[in-house]
Every structure is written in structure tokens, then in C-alpha cells.
């Protein structure tokens, strides 16, 4: 069992940055792959980021959505079972509660929702105009 646990969003402007947290329990936290999920109001929930599992956090793949590639960088830190996201050149439409999930061993299909077993309770980002 693991829990998820976001933090670090809140209410900026258009161009800021903000770097969101998640805090993981359990002892194999380097062998889940962890993602990003964003879900605005009145939308479905939609990948945002990804982190393939590694033992060593500087070699994790990363995957991202077309829509925050290159303002976004997800990162984890084994030592600490945390995965980060890094938000920058923030856009309105980037508002929305922002959820990290987690699967064991997972090695592909990072964009699909339904192949996460893990989910925090999310955190909400605002970003106004």
C-alpha cells in the first residue's frame, strides 16, 4: 500500500512558476513510476507528467503532455520518496487540481489513468490572467 500525499499548489499569475510536491510512503518508493494529473472544472482528468521507476532518480525516464512540454519538469528524489513537479511561464489554463499516482514497476502506458493503482488528493493551482 502506498499513500500519496501533494503539496505546494495555490493561487499565481500568468508567468510564474510554482513546483508542486508528493510526498510518498512505503520503502520501494524508486520502483513505482509516479504521474501527473490535472483535472480542471467541468473536464476529465488528463496527464500531465510522468517518471518511469529507477533505482537511481537521475536516471528516470520522463514523460510529458504536449501542452506543458517545456514549462514543466517532473523529477523524483528516491532519498526522500518524493516526486516533484516544476511549473514554469504558467498559463491560465493550466488552473485546475493537480494529482500525483503511482504504479509498481510500470514500464509503459504513462498517459492512461487507469493503469495507476495509487492516487493522492490532489492539490489545487490557480493561475490568474
Known amino acids: 500500500q502506498v499513500q500519496l500525499v501533494e503539496s505546494g499548489g495555490g493561487l499565481v499569475q500568468a508567468g510564474d512558476s510554482l513546483r508542486l510536491s508528493c510526498a510518498a510512503s512505503g520503502r520501494t518508493f524508486s520502483e513505482y513510476s509516479m504521474g501527473w494529473f490535472r483535472q480542471a472544472p467541468g473536464k476529465e482528468r488528463e496527464f500531465v507528467a510522468a517518471?518511469?521507476?529507477?533505482?537511481?532518480?537521475?536516471?528516470?525516464?520522463?514523460y510529458y503532455a504536449d501542452s506543458v512540454k517545456g514549462r514543466f519538469t517532473i523529477s523524483r528524489d528516491n532519498a526522500k520518496n518524493t516526486v516533484y513537479l516544476q511549473m514554469n511561464s504558467l498559463k491560465p489554463e493550466d488552473t485546475a487540481i493537480y494529482y500525483c499516482?503511482?504504479?509498481?514497476?510500470?514500464?509503459?502506458?504513462?498517459?492512461?489513468?487507469?493503469?495507476?493503482?495509487?492516487w493522492g488528493q490532489g492539490t489545487q493551482v490557480t493561475v490568474s490572467s
Open positions: 517518471i518511469r521507476w529507477s533505482f537511481s532518480s537521475s536516471l528516470s525516464s520522463t
Open positions: 499516482a503511482a504504479r509498481f514497476r510500470k514500464t509503459a502506458g504513462f498517459t492512461n489513468l487507469d493503469e495507476y493503482d495509487y
